[in-house]
């Protein structure tokens, strides 16, 4: 089976030892049977084909009494060994996830989609690590994308990127039948939770943003160089200081002035674009078009209004 | 119970147990010999077994360097193995918070943070003679992620340092590095450098809870913070929300986006800077 080399070097090893340490990593990437675990084994040149199965019970009973929690492989577990808990396995409880959490929920309303979607595998990825079936419940909850589908997410980034025009099938809100829509891609974006989709209908003639929740399906996909001309509300406001607001990526200085910063922000439609400026209070004033400026006072007067009475 | 599931294999044991020792922390040879006897009634292992158990390790695909004497485990296969740009994900989220979260829960997020990083892949790099291509690789990625250093020398000094940049000089590669002054570090003086992710940040301990109503429609699809509670609902469909231990800045900014579906009730003084907000907002229309 093996070769003198291969023999020259195992003297080097514990045989045995590196049967355990290999079937410790098995059992952390994923139940497996006593086949799954044996040709693993045999794979590896660890045990000879016809060796017989008590060798790797033994094994796990060794790691059981490392203190390695390891279920019997019974029909209900659907003939695998489960591992439920191990000694060095990532503990977290249960203040320290609902504090991971709460600084998550804090971070999550000033970062683009992409770095979500890191946050989202990562947060994934310790999860893994973490035995207690709560917790690990907890930590996949966190993350604000863990109901989308992310890998339709990606491919929708994808598509934005390379501008190619979708067919897609939609679920308008206010009707219970799904339309079929052409859409020349622009942008993914999220705004209070939800992820929406910013591009130019091609039917319509006219700039959408879609909830990516509704889109129901993608009929078709093709790339294209056509450039569709999809104008962005375009909002001029002076910034006097920045506070806990940054500006983001489609904001820009394009002034200096004595008073502060003149930005130049290009806003998908006017409820982001009117959230946005509220939310820096004070620091800033509208300059430009005027009549959402006049929109921004109107609303002003009223939260005035709802402090007077 | 049947006499295979009694059984069990000593050397597997002793395996496990000197990776564990190791998992524990950086020990010389004679440091885990001495770990790993001391749970024993007689003296079982010795250096000539604990190496090949170590061996037995690295076989399996576990690094483990040895860098002044002592055995570092940098990485496990079957482990959790952060990439650079995971860890800068969560030390930017500590940093976020930083000055939001009481310094009580800060500090427990920071150590959860710091023991996810710590259990995931160390970087410690082992200098080898003409061999730099990694070490350069890690201090350079060090200068631009911004993170100290810990410079092991041949002579077993250590130093916790800022690494500034890689400078040639007369033929010899130096670290330019700093630590109460600059300091340039022959590499061949060098057995080992780890980058370190430690970070010393202000918190702040007041906590203050700020309670705010929702009108409809928002108030139906208002999706609570796990710092919110739901305190009562009105017949209108009003929802009243008690906020604690946000950053009064960020809280604000977000409730001024509610505009008129929103309003501050408590405390007063909150509530007074809510208004005095608006307020000032409609002072630069000259309203």
Redesign the interface.
Known sequence: MLSAEEKLELC???L???????L??LL??APRSIEEIKNKFVEFKLMAPDSPN?II???L???R??GFEITRATKKTGNKYILKDY??A?K?DE??V??????????K??IKLS?LL??HQ?IK??A??VTNDEIKEILYGISVLKSVDIDNLEELIKDCKYKRILKIEYQPPYSKNPEEKEISTKDVVIQN?KIYLYGFDINLKEAVTLNFNRIKKIISKKDSNEEFEIKPLVIKF?IKEF???GLTENEKIVEKSDEGFIIEGQYHNEFVA???I?????T???LEPEDF?QH??D??????A??NE | MNKVAQKKNLSCMQVFKTFQVMLKGDFSMQEIVEKLNSDEPDIIYNNSIVSKYINTCRYCGIEIPKVHNKYFITKVPFGLTLKYSEIDLLKSLENAISSSMSKKNFDILSNLINRIIGISSKKLTKIEPNDYQKVFEQFEYAVTGKRKIKLLFKNRDILECIPIKVVEQDGKVYLKVYNKRHRMIDLSRLSGIETLYESFIPVKEDIVEVVYKLKPPLAQRYGLRSNEVKISEEKDGSIVISNQDENKEHLLSRLLRYDTYCEVLKPDYIREEMKQLILNTLKNYGE
């Open positions: 080097q090893i514990s045995t030892g590196l049967r355990a340490l290999i410790c990593g952390i990437d008590d019970r033994i094994d009973n060794t790691l009494v490392m000694p060095f990532l977290i203040k320290e609902s504090l991971l959490k709460n600084a998550y929920n804090q971070i309303n000033d770095t890191e946050y990562l990825k310790i893994r690590y939770d002076l506070g806990v607001a009117r959230q946005r509220l939310s820096f209070g004070s800033c004033t509208v400026k921004i006072i609303l002003l007067q009223k939260m005035r709802i402090y």
